[in-house]
Each structure stands twice: as C-alpha cells, then as structure tokens.
C-alpha cells in the first residue's frame, strides 16, 4: 500500500476508525456517493461488482459527500438505511465528507493529485451541468458523485473514471479484473 494513502485517517459510517492499510493488499474503488442523486441508481451496480470480485480481493468503498447540488442531505443513520433498504450495499461506507474545495478530506486530497485527469464522458457531463445552469468542476478536481479511483494492491491509484461511467462499463470492468489479475 502506497505509505501516503495507507497511513490517511479514515472513519467508518458507524465512527469506527479505519485506513486504507486495513485494506491493504486488496484492490479498491473508491467512490464518492449520495443518495438524492440521478446516478444514485449506480449503487445497484457498485454492489454486483463488490459481490461478484470480493472472493478476488476486491473492494467498493463508499464515501457519502454532499458537495454536489446537496444530494446527500442525511445523517450517517439515514445514509445507511437508504443505501440497505433500497440497494442492499454491504460494501464499506465512511463518515460524510467533503471530496472538493479548501474543506477537502485528505483520501480524497491524495487521490486526485495521484490521477488528476478522469477517464469517461467527462467534458458531456460537464455540458449537461452546464444546461442546468451550473458550474462544473475541472480536473484535478471531482466533477460529481459517483467519480471512480481505481486503486491497486500496491495502494497506487491507478485509474480514475468520470461519474457517468457506469459500474457495468467495460473500460471500468476491465480495468478492474487487470488490476486483481496483477
């Protein structure tokens, strides 16, 4: 695991302390997530991923931010229900926190100086933020919810994927089997 991001100070959903040397030698996608969000839907898919390479050492970990349009509004408590109830993730979710702007937490500080560019429809989804009147971000920083790093079992981030790529994405699912194929 990469000393830089395996010794960041990280806390669960439920408040227990964790890093990403608890995950160490497993391979990770770090995601960004809300509940109030057009591609909240993709929880449906980040949790057949989880299932279907666990056995492999593989890993979605979850982090609820409400940087985008307010989009998760609720409380540890309420995150965690809706993501049960409505999607059955079982993968790991962490405290709410920022992953944009000067309050950025540290995880996600290191993994966008690591990969400052984003694979996937970014600059279509930046026009469609756009259309609704907004202001996206740019590279280094996270566009939206559901932005994807990729992290191998040497802790490095070895790719970075735009919120629209789906979890079923064949770029997204291939770079994920190289990376517990190596």
Same mark, same amino acid.
């Given at each position: ?15 227990k302390?964790d ?36 056995a ?40 709410? =926190?920022?992953? *944009?702007? #000067?309050?950025?937490?540290? @995880?996600?500080? &290191?993994?966008? %100086? $690591? ?16 259309g ?8 280094p ?16 981030v070895?790719?970075?994927? =735009?919120?629209? *790529?789906? #979890?079923?994405?064949?770029? @997204?699912?291939? &770079?994920?089997? %190289? $990376?517990?194929?190596?």
């Amino acid at each position: 695991m990469a000393a830089d991001l395996a010794t960041i100070p990280l806390t669960r959903i439920d408040g227990k302390p964790d890093t990403l040397a608890d995950h160490a030698g497993k391979v990770l996608l770090v995601v960004n997530v809300a509940s109030k969000c057009g591609l909240t839907p993709q929880y449906e898919g980040l949790e057949k991923l989880y299932k279907q390479y666990a056995a492999q050492g593989f890993e979605v970990l979850g982090f609820p931010a409400n940087d985008f349009g307010a989009q998760e509004p609720g409380s540890h408590e309420e995150i965690t229900e809706f993501c049960s109830l409505n999607y059955g993730v079982s993968f790991p979710l962490y405290a709410k =926190a920022d992953v *944009t702007g #000067p309050d950025k937490q540290p @995880l996600y500080v &290191a993994l966008t %100086a $690591a990969v400052p560019a984003k694979q996937g429809p970014a600059e279509e989804f930046r026009e469609r933020l756009r259309g609704y009147g907004m202001t996206p971000t740019e590279d280094p920083e996270v566009l939206w919810n559901f932005e994807k790093f990729l992290v191998g079992r040497d802790g490095k981030v070895v790719a970075r994927f =735009a919120p629209a *790529t789906t #979890p079923e994405d064949p770029e @997204l699912v291939g &770079a994920i089997e %190289a $990376a517990l194929a190596g």
